[in-house]
């Protein structure tokens, strides 16, 4: 899971219990700090912010397989039989806009 917050907007943060230093984090683009979390528990981990403004959060996230869509159906049958996921396989990406 990625998780990418303006900079300006995060004044601390805590992930499961542990301090992270803020200025530490990976910078991308438009002055945006990404927090990658590797391997989440089903049953989640607690993110904790203190903030300075209300400025919306990215959750983004990948998914295995291409789901039930049409258009994915229609890929997999367009895919010859002797052709098969490379690398990572078959992904989605599930993105969710947080207004704090």
Same mark, same amino acid.
């Given at each position: 899971? @990625? ?24 910078? &991308? ?7 990658? @979390?590797?391997?989440?528990? %089903?049953?989640?981990?607690?993110? %904790? ?15 295995? &397989? ?17 052709? %098969? ?7 989605? @990406?599930?993105?969710?806009? @947080?207004?704090?």
């Amino acid at each position: 899971m @990625i998780v990418v917050v303006p900079a300006d907007a995060l004044a601390a943060l805590q992930l499961g219990g542990r301090t992270l230093d803020v200025a530490s984090l990976q910078r &991308g683009p438009n002055n945006r700090v990404m927090l990658r @979390i590797q391997g989440p528990p %089903v049953a989640g981990v607690e993110l %904790v912010a203190e903030l300075r403004s209300d400025a919306p959060w990215l959750l983004a996230d990948l998914l295995p &397989g291409l789901g039930e869509s049409p258009p994915s159906a229609t890929l997999l049958s367009q895919r010859p039989v002797d052709r %098969v996921p490379y690398q990572t396989g078959d992904l989605r @990406i599930a993105l969710r806009s @947080i207004q704090p």
